[in-house]
Nanobody
Framework: QVQLVESGGGLVQAGGSLRLSCAASGRTFSSYTMAWFRQAPGKERDFVATIGWSSGRTYYADSVKGRFTISRDNAKNTVYLQMNSLKPDDTAVYYC???????????????WGQGTQVTVSS
């Protein structure tokens, strides 16, 4: 079992930046592919970014490519999402997810955090 706790959300003006963190429990964090998803009000949950468990390769949704960066620190059992040039359309609840040895393009994750709210004002 992996428990995930997100933090770092908040209110920011358009064009600003935020860094989200997701702290994971357990001793095998390095064996998990980690991802960020988001869900805007009245919409389905959408994929944002993934970082692989072995290679550290990353994969992004087109809507955030060039603005968001996913990274991980295995020593701290933490995955990050650096969000720059934020837009009002980025407003959503952001969720961290984990899958044991998942592929970089997997869309199926086994563990989820509770989410953190990001609000971008225009």
């Amino acid at each position: 079992q992996v428990q995930l706790v997100e933090s770092g959300g908040g209110l920011v003006q358009a064009g600003g930046s935020l860094r989200l963190s997701c702290a994971a429990s357990g001793r095998t964090f390095s064996s998990y592919t980690m991802a960020w998803f988001r869900q805007a009000p009245g919409k389905e949950r959408d994929f944002v970014a993934t970082i692989g468990w072995s290679s550290g390769r990353t994969y992004y949704a087109d809507s955030v490519k060039g603005r968001f960066t996913i990274s991980r620190d295995n020593a701290k059992n933490t995955v990050y999402l650096q969000m720059n040039s934020l837009k009002p359309d980025d407003t959503a609840v952001y969720y961290c997810a984990a899958r044991y040895r998942g592929s970089i393009t997997t869309t199926s994750f086994d563990f989820w955090g509770q989410g953190t709210q990001v609000t971008v004002s225009s």
